[in-house]
């Protein structure tokens, strides 16, 4: 009898400890929605428990956001769509490099430094060919941390759709895969009828990854970066990427690079989607 007592003691604990290791993994399989949007013609998957907000603030078309506190913050999805866009992906592209460069330097438009970089950029292989992606890290004043922001550029016809996806860089590997799941779901229907707002649908986007036409401009060094731009008159209205809150103490040292999100697989025997580690 206490044989039996002991085995069952023993295999409870077994079980209890593989528990502990399976909960961390199925809180972060996540569900997902579809947003649509008929004004813009576009869609795309975000995650079903996060809060969707419709009309935030900084002029996003919408904002998904982390109902958990991830590092004293709450991961993002920010969306901003324009049309009509009749300026080549190029143009915006040079705007947001030129911006962070600015911003490295006190220049242009940004009051004073802050300590922002582009770690990565090129290509993004996704459904839609003209899609290009800058992966980004930047110390936040508040709360005091490194983040890595993600932001892919989609420009299909004269509409343009910008996501950028925010997260602690001590915590991006968390969300790599969920992000990931959602840049590239985004699906354009250029025959979408025009309307004012866009709708979350519980049906997942068409999905598929055609390999994307090669962009023509070549990625900037890592020592240059994106920012906002003065808009040109052909530009007005395009939103300008998410700004880094100015550093009133220096920044520490910005994390080692370290495996992450970064540019789409190249080599012919791996997957010709999205951002790979």
């Known amino acids: 009898m206490r044989k039996r007592c002991f085995r069952l003691s ?3 604990a077994i079980v209890a400890a593989v528990l502990i290791f399976l909960i961390p993994v199925s809180a972060f399989a996540a569900d997902f929605k579809t947003f649509s949007s008929d004004e813009y013609g576009f869609s795309m998957k975000y995650p079903a428990t996060w809060i969707k907000i419709d009309k935030p603030q900084g002029n996003y078309y919408v904002v998904f956001q982390d109902p958990n506190l991830t590092d004293n913050f709450r991961a993002k ?3 901003a769509a324009h049309k ?3 300026d080549p992906l190029n143009v915006f592209l040079q705007e947001l490099r030129n911006g962070i460069s600015d911003l490295q330097k006190g220049t242009g ?3 004073e430094k802050q300590d922002v970089r582009i770690l990565d950029e090129g290509e993004f292989k996704c459904e ?3 899609a290009y992606y800058f992966f980004i890290q930047a110390y936040e ?3 005091k941390t490194w983040m890595d922001i993600i932001i892919v550029f989609y420009k299909v016809d004269q509409t343009l759709v910008r996501i950028s996806c925010l997260a602690p860089s001590k915590s991006m590997e968390k969300f790599h895969e969920l ?3 959602v840049l590239t779901s985004v699906h354009f229907n250029t025959a979408a009828p025009a309307s004012n707002q866009g709708a979350t649908q519980s049906v997942a986007p068409q999905t598929g990854s055609p390999a994307p036409q090669v962009h023509p401009t070549a990625p900037a060094p890592v020592s240059t970066a994106p920012q906002s731009v003065a808009p040109t008159p052909q530009q007005q209205g395009v939103q300008q990427p998410p700004t880094v809150r100015p550093n009133s103490t220096p920044a520490p040292a910005a994390p080692a690079q370290r495996p992450g999100p970064r540019g789409p697989a190249r080599e012919s025997d791996r997957p ?3 951002i790979v580690n």
């Open 10 to 12: 023993k295999l409870c």
């Open 77 to 79: 999805i920010h969306v």
């Open 84 to 86: 009509p866009v009749n």
């Open 109 to 111: 438009s940004a009051k």
């Open 128 to 130: 839609v060919p003209d």
């Open 141 to 143: 004043n508040t709360p």
């Open 179 to 181: 992000f990931n799941e």
């Open 272 to 274: 010709a989607t999205g």
